[in-house]
């Protein structure tokens, strides 16, 4: 993420029955006219971001109709982060590289921005609330440690982190889990994962160690969304 520049997308976006009106009335068609704004990025085949696009390099679509783009800025909004950390049993063999690659994320992250970081081993649990200050937010994860004969609840944090941002009423939310291919202690279903991330206009960004295989015991099964 360090070389990643998002870019805001303003869209005009108009529902069905707006479209209809618009050959009738245009009154109708501006009422039922609404901007949405999307964050996308943009990188060349090196990673690095690509700068100066006008509304011409994107396009939008909904329910295969495209949509105008009206404008393209850089995002400078402050983003609300919630990280989740895998400390299950399964994180033992890779904790000292947990501990060094999130302390730099959270160092660089933490500028203009407030980070929580919520740790999964048996049940989601905050380690840190969201914050700016990168010395408590190192202080946390250089502290991680896996906790013996455990599983990890990411479905259950993804849900509550998501319910916790939208009571923050953040203009820019974003979930990031960090985790193996351990064991998954969750009762939840992949659908409401995917219904409340998409309600709730909340970003999933995963960070995923190991090879994931496909079970058909339900956690597991589920963590495949």
Excluded: W
Excluded at 56 to 68: L, M, N, P, S, Y
Aim: a neutral charge; aromatic letters at 6%.
């Amino acid at each position: 993420m360090k070389g990643l520049r998002s870019i805001r997308v303003a869209t005009a976006c108009a529902v069905a029955a707006a479209l209809v009106a618009s050959a009738l009335t245009s009154v109708s068609a501006q009422r039922d006219r609404r901007e949405r704004t999307l964050f996308v990025g943009a990188v060349n085949d090196k990673g690095e971001p690509v700068e100066g696009l006008g509304p011409d390099a994107f396009v939008v679509k909904e329910d295969g109709v495209r949509r105008e783009v009206l404008r393209v800025s850089p995002a400078t909004e402050p983003m609300d982060i919630a990280l989740l950390v895998d400390n299950s049993t399964a994180a033992s063999d890779e904790i000292t590289f947990l501990r060094s690659s999130l302390s730099k994320f959270v160092q660089l992250m933490a500028t203009g921005n407030k980070v929580a970081v919520i740790t999964l081993a048996d049940r989601p649990t905050i380690k840190v609330e969201y914050t700016d200050d990168a010395v408590k937010l190192k202080d946390a994860v250089s502290s991680l440690f896996s906790t013996p004969q455990s599983g990890m609840t990411l479905l259950d944090a993804i849900f509550e982190s998501v319910n916790g941002l939208r009571r923050r009423e953040t203009p820019r939310a974003v979930v990031v889990p960090v985790v193996t291919d351990g064991v998954e202690f969750t009762t939840r279903y992949f659908r409401d994962i995917v219904n409340t991330l998409v309600k709730n206009r909340v970003a999933l960004h995963m960070v995923t160690i190991g090879p994931f295989y496909h079970d058909e015991e339900h956690g597991t099964r589920e963590r495949s969304f």
